[in-house]
């Protein structure tokens, strides 16, 4: 039977052979994944509650208490308490790893208790499930132009159903508050469900929809980021990013949530690096500030401080031992790095070898030399000297099949090989056409007079008819 995925939920729907409508996991085919290490652990035997992390629509995961002790596992379709009625889960974790994701998260539990895990989603759960799930688009595009009759700043940026139909949260981006009183009014009377409304920023937006960064990996907003912290232009300057809009903004349009991984590594690296107010001399002449390596340790100095095409790279030794000295009034003579100076490799002369004959670019054109270049006289001369033999008598025959003599054969040990014969022909041509075209073609005109001339000595030579 065929499977029908879902890539918002990470499951497949299929029927089975008695026509039921299942459901299973499908691993790699959705958002926020995790990967539970201790699952395989035997779990310790403790009076705390036994919790499972399950996730729902895209980015959207929630935590449950196990209180009946079912045996899940990771993939397990099961039926969860909701507000009101029933939601439909996959379990994505279930060992001890699920109380370090509540603190890293900072889920909120409402009044102090957990909700609870009813049982494993059998037939009828699969089937209210599948149908909530087929009417989430339409609904959407439907209150998108609900919204936009009313006039209301906002922009619905995704609807997700509960599992047994009777509740439906639509998020949705506006810049301020928005009244939506009305709003839901409306959403009730036409879709005839609970509704509500969670406002989410560009970035979770961007998590819900999911898609690829400039890395090439999947977007951290959809992968594992749960909690956005503010991003400012400050990060991008201390990591001497240059200030370019497109390279900076991410698919939210938003700065990257990238920028904040790595900066306070580079402010504490800075602080080790020399202040540079003034450029280094020399005996040659002053260097001037152009760029610096913090996590590297590398400084790099131009002798202009308009033109960044010569670079010298300084260690941060290096850059206050010159400091000290231009300090005291002193120039170094050479402000180059003996830790960055490139011997130049020694040059490996190419050695001229001895090519045999069987590697040679000829080696092929021996069945052309040896091929008849006249195949229809040829065959007419064969068949001509076989009927003369038929006709000669036995004494002739054995006086042609006499040995060759010795100047004969010596003509044929002497007579160079094919290929050799082959390679000085082809040599001829090259020499011939690589020829200036002037060249060949006054040879070209040379030899047409020549024509020209014979032809008319042959005219002379003829004897003329008498006039009478």
């Excluded at 960064?213 to 999947?218: D, N, S, V, Y």
């Excluded at 390596?293 to 401080?305: H, N, R, T, V």
Aim: hydrophobic residues 30%; contains cysteine; proline residues 4%.
């Amino acid at each position: 039977m065929s499977c029908t995925k879902n890539i918002s939920r990470g499951c497949c729907f299929k029927h089975n052979q008695d026509n039921k409508l299942t459901a299973q996991s499908v691993d790699g085919g959705h958002k926020m994944e995790v990967w539970d290490w201790l699952e395989s652990m035997p779990k310790p035997v403790s009076e705390s509650p036994q919790l499972v992390e399950v996730r729902f629509k895209n980015t959207r995961k929630g935590y449950y208490e196990n209180i009946n002790k079912l045996p899940l596992k990771r993939g397990d379709i099961i039926a969860v308490e909701g507000t009101p009625g029933t939601d439909i889960g996959i379990v994505s974790m279930t060992s001890q790893l699920v109380a370090r994701q509540i603190k890293r998260t900072g889920f909120k539990v409402e009044n102090g208790v957990f909700k609870k895990i009813l049982r494993k989603a059998n037939n009828i759960d699969i089937e209210r499930w599948s149908e909530a799930i087929a009417k989430e688009h339409s609904t959407m595009i439907e209150s998108r132009k609900i919204s936009a009759d009313l006039g209301l700043e906002m922009k619905i940026g995704d609807v997700e159903y509960q599992g047994d139909g009777m509740k439906a949260i639509f998020y949705y981006i506006a810049d301020g508050r928005v009244d939506f009183r009305e709003l839901i009014k409306v959403l009730f009377e036409r879709f005839r469900v609970r509704v509500e409304m969670k406002q989410i920023g560009a970035r979770q937006e961007a998590g819900r929809i999911g898609g690829i960064g400039a890395c090439g990996r999947e977007l951290c907003c959809s992968g594992w980021i749960n909690s956005f912290s503010t991003i400012g232009i400050g990060a991008a300057r201390a990591q001497d990013i240059s200030f370019n809009p497109q390279k900076l903004a991410g698919q939210c349009s938003k700065l990257k949530c990238c920028l904040n991984y790595e900066v306070d590594s580079y402010i504490d690296a800075k602080k080790h690096l020399p202040r540079v107010s003034a450029p280094l001399e020399a005996m040659d002449g002053s260097y001037y500030l152009s760029k610096t390596d913090p996590l590297a340790g590398i400084m790099y100095f131009s002798p202009s401080p308009h033109d960044i095409s010569i670079q010298i790279p300084l260690s941060i030794e290096r850059v206050r031992e010159i400091q000290a000295l231009n300090a005291r009034g002193e120039r170094v003579a050479q402000i180059a790095d003996q830790k960055f100076v490139q011997t130049e490799p020694t040059k490996i002369e190419p050695q001229l070898q001895n090519i045999e004959l069987d590697d040679s670019l000829t080696r092929f054109d021996n069945n052309k030399d040896n091929r008849p270049k006249n195949n229809r006289n040829r065959n007419n001369r064969k068949g001509q000297h076989q009927r003369n033999n038929k006709n000669t008598p036995s004494s002739e025959a054995s006086v042609n099949a006499r040995p060759k003599s010795e100047t004969q054969q010596n003509k044929v040990h002497n007579k160079p090989q094919n290929n050799e014969v082959a390679a000085e022909k082809n040599n001829n041509k090259a020499k011939h056409y690589n020829r200036p075209k002037n060249d060949r073609q006054k040879e070209q005109g040379g030899r047409e007079g020549q024509r020209q001339n014979n032809r008319e000595r042959q005219n002379n030579r003829a004897p003329k008819k008498n006039e009478n």
